[in-house]
């Protein structure tokens, strides 16, 4: 079998790399930590410009019409290089469900503008308890004559300093099933009610606040039908973990190559580094943790690329995902020694984004209780051999 990316998936990956080595290297990494709006805005016209928006739009919205796995490659290399930019939030937590849920009025109206403007979008999903579980969707939308009011708070909210729209997860009626009676809006970031504030961490990766007091949305503005939002967010929740997945795949893939640079070139006892066994014996270990992650994250991608998706590998990959970067930056850091904590090493860039890229799409436990939960639907393989 050919395990190998087609030619144009290949190009997808020397263009994407090429870019980011080029208009995002690491000092401009660091510098963009100050700026407030959190990404370059000249660089995010030239992605833009090169039609990257567009990976996996049709082309009649002004799309390349490419594969998932085009998009899980882009991801890769926007891990590999660290990018500070609205992409995910943009192209996989909104133009995705977009196309997949919106009415033919709706992507005519939002996806050319994503694709060809390149107009910043994000989802205000998670709220006090950070959690992707639908009982925990507190924000209300009280429908009112033709409208319905928004109330409530959203957190850690990526973008929405800057995005120009929003998809907000609400709650329209209670019911007995907590993934009943949610409603995904369409909300336009500067309605009035709105008031956006960004949240100081670490990483400086631009998340927000996002408070709605009597926000006042249109019926038209429902993204797939209303009650039945939960269905736009488990899609969401098995795409977007895959892709997330692949962006800290990326980044282990880097961390690892870092790593065994610097070994090679730091000399104790008159040696580099990586000659003494010990060192050896971490790299080894990195390696097969970062391939294997690698593997889970293409096998994912595959699936969902020919139609086949698994939920369980879905949440395999980005369980494992949270896990092996965290371990490769850690490790990283520790055969750099204690000037790897340090920002002025590209290592501890790295590792100042494995916490908050955790949460993206679902932390370690969130996916293996649904991998446990799925188990509990199959039957196991061992009794089908006594059938």
């Given amino acids: 079998m050919d395990f190998s ?21 690491k000092d401009k990494v660091r510098e963009l930590k100050e700026e407030p709006k959190g990404y370059d805005p000249n ?79 994000t989802l205000a999903l998670t709220e006090e308890s950070v959690s992707y579980e639908p009982e925990d969707i507190k924000l209300k939308a009280d429908l009112d004559k033709d409208a319905y009011l928004l109330t409530g708070t959203k957190l850690f909210v990526s973008y929405a300093n800057v995005a120009k729209k929003m998809l907000v997860v609400a709650r329209t009626s209670e019911n007995g099933n907590a993934s009943d009676g949610i409603t995904v809006f369409i909300v336009d970031a500067k309605t009035k009610g709105i008031s956006i504030e960004v949240i100081p961490t670490t990483a400086r990766d631009m998340r927000c606040e996002v408070k709605f007091d009597n926000v006042s949305i249109s019926k038209e503005n429902i993204l797939g039908e209303a009650g039945k939002g939960w269905e736009v967010i488990d899609y969401l929740i098995q795409h977007a973990s ?73 949440s395999i990959a980005k369980a494992k995902a949270n896990s092996v970067y965290h371990r490769a930056c850690y490790q990283g850091i520790v055969m750099h020694g204690a000037v790897g904590w340090t920002e002025e090493m590209d290592i501890g860039l790295y590792h100042l984004r494995t916490k908050s890229l955790e949460f993206d799409a679902g932390e370690a436990d969130f996916h293996k209780e649904k991998i446990v939960c799925d188990l509990e639907q199959k039957e196991p393989l061992f009794l089908s051999l006594y059938k």
């Fill in 43 to 121: 660089m995010w016209k030239k992605m833009a410009k090169l039609e990257f928006m567009g990976l996996v739009i049709p082309e009649e919205y002004g799309g390349t019409e490419g594969e998932f796995v085009d998009l899980m490659i882009f991801m890769e290399e926007i891990g590999r290089n660290i990018v500070p930019c609205p992409y995910f939030s943009t192209v996989v937590c909104c133009a995705m469900p977009v196309l997949e849920f919106g009415t033919d009025k709706q992507k005519k109206e939002i996806l050319p503008k994503i694709a060809q403007k390149g107009e910043i979008w």
């Fill in 5 to 25: 990316f087609a030619q144009d998936q290949e190009l997808i990956r020397k263009s994407a790399k090429e870019f980011f080595e080029k208009e995002c290297p």
């Fill in 242 to 314: 895959v892709l997330k997945a692949a962006e800290m795949s990326g980044g282990a893939q880097a961390v690892f190559e870092l790593t065994t640079k610097y070994t090679k070139e730091r000399i104790q006892f008159d040696k580099p580094i990586a000659s003494f066994q010990a060192i050896q014996f971490r790299l080894v270990e990195l390696l097969t943790e970062v391939e294997s992650l690698k593997y889970l994250v293409h096998k994912a991608a595959w699936n969902i690329n020919v139609g086949t998706s698994n939920r369980i590998l879905n």
